[in-house]
């Protein structure tokens, strides 16, 4: 057993990140046994649980959505805010209930909770129905931690960082758009945040075998891959080649995969060369995530940001200028400690300025051991709900008249998958990342089709396939 320890994790540690091929370890124990898995969080583990699909898989276990036919349950935590908790330990009192039914369930927790310490020595002492416990550095791992499971809790969870592994066999949950990691932890101690503490610290993949993957995918019929990392243009700063994240995208682009997006970017060194190569490379897509978090350079500062309010205007408005028809999307935190009224109305005025198209807002959730957590918060939760609820009306305002620009107008399509808007409905994403269900189309799931909008509400626009006539 090996309980983390997070003093060991934030003084970070000189070890040398290694270069690895996954195990992959294949077994028929596990034939015609089923698994059940659930992802909390963000894009990372999304793509996580692909791997520990893979994982399942190779060992002989098939999916089921239905928990109560599962043999082995895997639930992949996130920690951003406590909420996030909350949700995990909710299910756990379901899944404790099913392992009364049939004591041979294996109940599996990984992600970023268990890298809490807190998290891990609460999971041993009060949830010992848990079969296995790991973290986010040794998912690899788990294939041999479920061959050797015999009932006894098993606690893996390392605070040091893992190495860098090649050649996983994922499961991917899309045949159309993939995910594609370029790095894994974050460096920037941002002071509410606990990534860095349960990712560890960045390490870049190298560009050979990023590019090798994209090709994989291009060959394998992929229309769209987004590269993963918790502040990707940061990407190649801890190697020792000369990479950085204009090049790797440029490189990536000239592969020819149809559409190219990416998340998450940090407007702290987003360089004029990501800007020039996003603007001239056409199967980049016009769509940047770029989160501004407050509009108050005085909280700015408190959050370890690392720009002003005035910075992040500029950089915004640089974008714009030299990437036509671009569309951003920001995260914004309220009731961060210290913000006063007149600080929330100064992200009023960003937001005013900006007019973003879409933005994740949250309520401010201190996290044991992150620096802010240690600041007094003297704010009523009535008044960070009530700023909440403002920014929401406000940005909502903006969504709804970017969305009604597009009336009228053509858009390419990728097709993704039935609509939950209706039986002859399917929906897919424009260029600029706006949903659009459309009607008539579902033959066209895995296309990219020319979409005639007809309408718009906030969150999405509806649209029909737009039928092309030869005169001539
Ligand atoms: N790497 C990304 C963000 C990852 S977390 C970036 O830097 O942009 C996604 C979002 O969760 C953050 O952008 C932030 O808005 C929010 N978040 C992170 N920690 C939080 C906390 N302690 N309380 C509330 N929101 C938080
Ligand atoms: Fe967290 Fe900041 Fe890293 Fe994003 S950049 S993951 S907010 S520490
Ligand atoms: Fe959550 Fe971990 Fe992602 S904390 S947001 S799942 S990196």
Not at 103 to 108: A, D, G, M, S
Not at 109 to 134: D, H, R, T
Not at 268 to 296: C, R
């Amino acid at each position: 057993m090996n309980l983390p320890n997070m003093k060991q994790a934030r003084l970070r540690t000189d070890k040398k990140v290694e270069f690895l091929d996954a195990n992959n370890i294949k077994s028929d124990k596990f034939k015609n046994k089923k698994y059940f898995i659930r992802t909390y969080g963000c894009q990372m583990n999304v793509h996580d649980s692909e791997e520990i699909k893979g994982i399942l898989e190779n060992l002989g276990f098939r999916e089921t959505t239905s928990l109560e036919e599962a043999d082995i349950i895997v639930l992949n935590t996130c920690a951003i805010r406590e909420n996030a908790h909350d949700k995990v330990f909710g299910f756990l009192g379901r899944c404790k209930h099913l392992k009364k039914e049939n004591p041979n369930l294996i109940i599996c927790i990984g992600g970023c909770m268990p890298q809490e310490e807190s998290v891990a020595s609460l999971l041993k002492e009060k949830y010992p129905f848990v079969n296995i416990v790991f973290g986010t550095h040794n998912i690899n791992d788990l294939g041999k931690m479920i061959l050797e499971e015999n009932k006894k809790q098993q606690i893996e969870v390392y605070s040091i960082e893992g190495n860098v592994y090649e050649h996983m066999d994922y499961v991917r949950d899309s045949k159309i758009t993939a995910w594609v990691n370029i790095m894994y932890g974050c460096d920037k101690f941002c002071t509410y945040c606990i990534v860095p503490f349960t990712r560890g610290k960045q390490r870049s993949r190298k560009m050979e075998d990023i590019l090798r993957e994209v090709k994989d995918l291009k060959e394998k019929g992929y229309l769209e891959i987004t590269l993963l990392g918790q502040n990707v243009n940061a990407y190649g700063k801890d190697l020792e080649e000369e990479y950085d994240f204009a090049t790797l995208l440029e490189n990536v682009a000239k592969i020819g995969i149809p559409r190219i997006r990416f998340v998450t970017s940090h407007p702290w060194d987003f360089t004029d060369e990501m800007i020039n190569v996003i603007a001239e490379h056409k199967n980049i897509m016009p769509y940047i995530h770029l989160p501004l978090q407050s509009g108050s350079s005085k909280i700015l500062k408190l959050m370890g940001r690392r720009y002003t309010k005035e910075e992040y205007i500029t950089l915004y408005n640089k974008i714009k200028k030299r990437i036509p028809g671009v569309s951003i999307t920001t995260d914004i935190i309220v009731g961060f400690p210290n913000e006063t009224d007149e600080d929330f109305k100064e992200t009023l005025d960003v937001v005013n300025t900006c007019k973003f198209d879409g933005a994740f807002t949250f309520i401010y959730s201190p996290r044991e051991g992150t620096p802010a957590s240690k600041i007094k918060d003297t704010i009523p939760m009535e008044v960070k709900e009530n700023r909440l609820h403002e920014l929401n009306e406000l940005i909502n305002s903006y969504s709804l008249k970017h969305n009604q620009e597009y009336i009228g107008k053509t858009e390419e399509v990728l097709v993704l998958g039935p609509s939950e808007k209706g039986e002859n409905k399917v929906y897919g994403y424009t260029k600029t990342m706006k949903l659009v269900n459309i009607d008539d189309a579902k033959d066209d799931i895995g296309k990219l089709i020319n979409v005639y909008i007809t309408d718009a509400k906030s969150f999405s626009l509806d649209g029909k396939k737009e039928v092309f006539i030869k005169n001539n």
